[in-house]
């Protein structure tokens, strides 16, 4: 039997993070068909056969290579294609090489595709948001980044464990560009929809004031951290993708700070970044306004502002 009714995702990309992501996709039941594209097409065939000879201990799935016209009619289609970021390089240090890449699948992407859906993953993730966006054509809201959809499950599980509770009870974001100037919302972050310093006043524990600018820099660095220890990052990004994708392929409109291409949100303009958005099947339903204090959106401007500098540099 086959599940979900001849849904398909197709993930661009074999390398550690799309054979994450494909690995994640399946388990979690998100697609009864899963296609791998990579320019290595051994590379592609490899990884489906390694993840569907589990398949037996699992729920029916078709797991395999393919190329650009399986994107004919894919559901979604999760881009994880480009030049992995290395340890001490910032992800906008990846934008010259990865445009590049990203044109160049958003045209063989087009060529098959009359309306998709993307969720790009590959870094810098904001840029090459902007730059799928704007190559395809397609609404902002068919074009989703990956953005910060995983800054803020750090934030949330770092304060989980700060304050001994469950993280699914602990609410807050990560805003901004996914990178040096993302931005925490402190000012609405709650746990059990008691605001955090609400929280913090009756917490019984007793440990004082939290350290947020030590919690903030554990998350915002938390990638390059991986990286040091262990040359990459893919688990983590792999079920952010998949939470993304769940939130579309089961209609669910959810709220997840994903990146897009901004039209007015906060005064900001033709720049892809993360807001608090709806998602379901039609891709971004509409952004949330979380009336976020007027350092915080200071805050969300000048990061705007940086990732503009970059889109200027080299798109």
Request: aromatic residues 6%.
């Amino acid at each position: 039997m086959i599940s979900n009714n001849n849904s398909k995702i197709v993930v661009i990309g074999a390398g550690r993070v799309g054979a994450a992501v494909a690995y994640t996709v399946m388990l979690n039941n998100l697609a009864s068909e899963i296609v791998l594209i990579d320019a290595d097409r051994d590379r592609a065939r490899g990884e489906a056969l390694d993840i569907s000879h589990g398949i037996a201990f699992f729920k029916q799935v078709v797991v395999r290579d393919g190329d650009y016209s399986d994107c004919a009619d894919a559901d979604i289609i999760i881009v994880c294609a480009g030049a992995a970021r290395k340890e001490g390089q910032t992800r906008i240090d990846l934008a010259r090489t990865n445009v590049a890449i990203a044109r160049g699948i958003s045209s063989k992407i087009m060529e098959h595709a009359k309306n998709p859906l993307i969720i790009v993953i590959s870094n810098p993730v904001d840029i090459l948001t902007y730059v799928f966006q704007k190559s395809t054509g397609l609404p902002p809201g068919r074009v989703i980044g990956s953005g910060t959809t995983l800054d803020t499950g750090r934030l949330r599980y770092l304060l989980s464990q700060h304050c001994d509770i469950d993280v699914r009870n602990v609410h807050a974001y990560i805003i901004g560009e996914h990178g040096d100037s993302e931005v925490p919302v402190w000012s609405r972050a709650s746990i059990a929809s008691k605001p955090f310093d609400e929280y913090c006043e009756d917490c019984p524990r007793a440990c004082g004031s939290i350290n947020r600018r030590k919690l903030f820099e554990e998350t915002r660095d938390g990638g390059a951290e991986i990286i040091r220890l262990k040359g990459s990052t893919y688990f983590g990004v792999a079920q952010a993708a998949a939470r993304i994708a769940d939130a579309v392929m089961g209609n669910k409109n959810s709220v997840l700070t994903v990146s897009s291409v901004l039209n007015g949100n906060y005064g900001i303009y033709d720049v892809a970044l993360s807001l608090p958005c709806v998602i379901n099947y039609d891709g971004i339903s509409r952004y949330l306004d979380i009336r976020i204090n007027e350092e915080e959106e200071k805050l969300l401007k000048e990061s705007a502002e940086k990732l503009r500098e970059v889109i200027r540099s080299c798109v």
